[in-house]
Every structure is written in structure tokens, then in C-alpha cells.
């Protein structure tokens, strides 16, 4: 007995020496550690089992691991990494716990996604990016920040005008859905090229792309989660944020959020005018509020839309009865009765969405000078084709282009002839001969 008191006693003395001796202090080993190792020693020579080693309790990464979380967000299939830590399940929570906030947000959803998802996909990027605007603006075309960033993609001015987006007295394309988006595409796709990772473009959109490369220098990694602590407050914060908001819209069932009925869940026509146009004349002639009109176009400053022949206009609108269109026309051309002018009208949502139609008596090429600050998207726009049906038609191998290039804009492939609409969608015609006669055409 008294030979394995001795025993003990050495063994405890080592121990000490061992724990207090700096140059066998392995490094990050403090005195928390040695104290849990001490406890470790006493709970096993007490029970009398010297042969245990002493037991170290692991911390896990943080106190409240929800596998459920993690499991949910491994689940859906993104091209960008979903990383499940800390500062993800704290906006998780978060956002769960706004279940009116998120109810709208499911509802919008249904009318802006399409939207998004049309301009991600002209720039082949990924289509998760569409939650974005969840966390920049709560999908308010007429969110403006502090620093003045505006719309639902938040652009800043110098940003805004340097991808293309109009901003003068009469109208901010910012506030446009459709402009903004392909913007905002473009912008990330020019990001990812520039830091090869979609966090990392991620968290340039909200910071910029130099603040990013100064915190790839000092942290020495591409990671984002290792250059997190290098970059602003706010742009910490942005990713986890936007990976939680992911998670919400995929799972808000779980959390019994239910989708709130929106506004913007209405039947809508898209009309391209070469004219001014009062939106305010507009809303009376189509029986609804003036504002549920500005609603929908939210980029018009003074609810005016001045579109030109060379620039024409769109607007988007509830669709219209039959009963309101001699007054709808009416308004679409009492500018200027003496030009003859047509106006379509393209059912299901077409342009908002971003689908385009073939549309007759075109020429058989059309050409297009790029001008300052434009580029592929907004230029595609402007003639109602696709960006990949320009760079088929010019031969490009990427997006750039240079002002006073010509591209070819429209370019009908049976020899000038026009293709034939599809026999699903139709279109209403307005066509104006005089300022007495009304024709109307169902095509």
C-alpha cells in the first residue's frame, strides 16, 4: 500500500512539472487546459484505475449545433458551397423568427424570381443568387440605404452607370426590376471572374472587390471564412445572412411561415411605347389606383414614362379588359396623333419574365452602335432578344464589347421572311391609321 501512495505521488508531481514547464507547453496550451487535465488525474487515481488516461472534454464549435440545420442546408443542390457555423444559424434563427418578413418575402418571390432567374441565367451564373436581394433590399424596388444605394439590387450611382443602368430626371433604372437584374448579373459575373469564388463575389457586391483582395492579402487565404475577420462589419455579416435566407425560402414550412398573398400576384401585359406616356392618365384609363400602377413601375420618377423611337419605353400593367381598350390606346398615343404608331401588348407576363416573342415586319438584320456604358445585357434588352442570340450573331467569344462597336441586334434566320409566332401565345395589336379609326387584330 504504502508503495503505491509512492507511486502516486510521483506521478502527481510530473504531472505538475510537466504543466508549469514553459519550453513542454505545447503552444495555445493555457492554464483552463491544465486545470481540466489536473481534474482528469484526480478523478482517475481516485477511483484507483491508474492505467486511464486522463479524460479531456472536446468544445464543440459552438454550444447549440443544430444538425437539422446543417442536414437541411447540405440537402439543397447549389453550385454555391452552403457552409453551416455559428454566425449562419444565428441569422437562421433570426429570420425564422420574422415570420411576417418572411411570409412576404415567399410571396414576392413568386412574382420577382422569374425575373431574377432570367437575367442569372443570360450570364450562365448561378441561379441561388436570386435570394440576394432578400437581404439587400426585402424586395423593395424603392429601398434606398443610408449611403444611397437604391433598388432592389441596391446599386450605387457610379456602379449603376458603369453597367449600363439610365439614371437622369425622368427615370433611375435602379428601381427597375428587369434592368437592375441583368446589372446585378453582370456585375457578379465580372466579380467571379476577377476572384475565381462565389463567396467571395458575394461579399464584393457588398463591400466592393478591393476591400475583398485587401483581406485575401492579410489573411493569406481565398477562403471567405478565413478572410472574415479581415473585412468590414457589415460585409461579415452579408454571406451568413445570405446563406440563412436560403435556407428560410427552402424550408419555411418547417418554421410555419406561410407565403403572404402579394400585390404583384396578378395577371400582367408589357407594353413598349415611343412616346411619353402618363402613367397617371394610364391608371384611370385601366380602372385601378394610381399607385398600384407605379407599383409596378417603379422606375419612373414623375410618373412619367418618356420613351422615344429610338429608345422606346416599357411599361407593365394589370391586364386589361376588353372594355378598356379604345381608352388605353387613347392614352398610349394622344401625344402625337399624326405618327402612326404600334403598340403590342405581350400576354403571360412575357417580357417581365424575360421570354421573347417574334414579332412581324422586322428587316432581315438590324444593326446596333454600342454607346458609352453599355453592354451586352441592357443592349438585348433594348431590342427584345437574348444576349446569346447576340453574341451568336456577332461571334463573340465572351460579354466585353467597346463603344462604337456594331453589332447585329436582329437577324431573322429565313432569309428576311418573319418567323411565325407560336400558336400558344397570342398578341393584341393596336395599330393607328388616323386619329378617327381604331383597328384592333388578334394575331
Known sequence: ???????????????????????????????????????????????????????????????????????????????????????????????????????????????????????????????????????????????????????????????????????????????????????????FKDAYEQLGDWLLAIAAYNCGTGNVNRAISKANSRDFWEIRAYLPVETRNYVPAFIAAIYVMNYADKHQIEAQKSFFAIKTDTVQVNRTVSLKDLASALSIEEEDLLELNPAYKKKIVNGTPDLPKRIIMPSAGLSNFAMIYDVLNNSNPEITTKVILASNDEQRTGTKSNQKHKPATIYHRVGAGQNLSTIADRYNVEVQDLKAWNKLKGNNIVPGQKLIVSKNTAAGKPAEAKPDKKYISYTKRNSSKLKTDVL
Do not use: C
Request: hydrophobic share 40%; aromatic share 14%.
Open 1 to 187: 500500500m504504502p508503495m503505491k501512495i509512492n507511486i502516486l505521488l510521483l506521478s502527481f508531481f510530473a504531472l505538475i512539472t510537466y504543466t508549469f514547464t514553459g519550453n513542454a507547453q505545447p503552444k495555445g496550451f493555457t492554464s483552463a487546459d491544465s486545470a481540466r487535465i489536473f481534474e482528469g488525474f484526480l478523478s482517475t487515481t481516485i477511483s484507483g484505475d491508474t492505467a486511464a488516461l486522463p479524460v479531456m472534454t472536446e468544445t464543440p464549435l459552438f454550444y447549440n449545433y443544430n444538425f437539422t440545420y446543417k442536414n437541411r442546408l447540405d440537402s439543397i443542390k447549389t453550385e454555391i458551397p452552403l457552409t453551416y457555423n455559428e454566425p449562419v444559424q444565428k441569422y437562421i434563427e433570426i429570420y425564422t423568427a420574422r415570420k411576417d418578413m418572411m411570409g412576404k418575402m415567399l410571396g414576392l418571390s413568386q412574382y420577382y424570381f422569374p425575373i431574377f432567374e432570367n437575367a442569372l441565367k443570360a450570364f450562365q451564373i448561378p441561379q441561388e443568387l436570386k435570394y440576394l436581394p432578400i437581404i439587400e433590399s426585402a424586395m423593395n424596388s424603392h429601398a434606398i440605404s443610408r449611403v444611397g444605394a437604391t433598388g432592389l439590387w441596391q446599386f450605387m450611382f457610379s456602379t449603376a452607370k458603369g453597367y449600363g443602368l439610365n439614371i437622369d430626371n425622368f427615370v433611375d433604372e435602379r428601381k427597375d426590376p428587369i434592368q437592375a437584374s441583368y446589372a446585378a448579373a453582370a456585375y
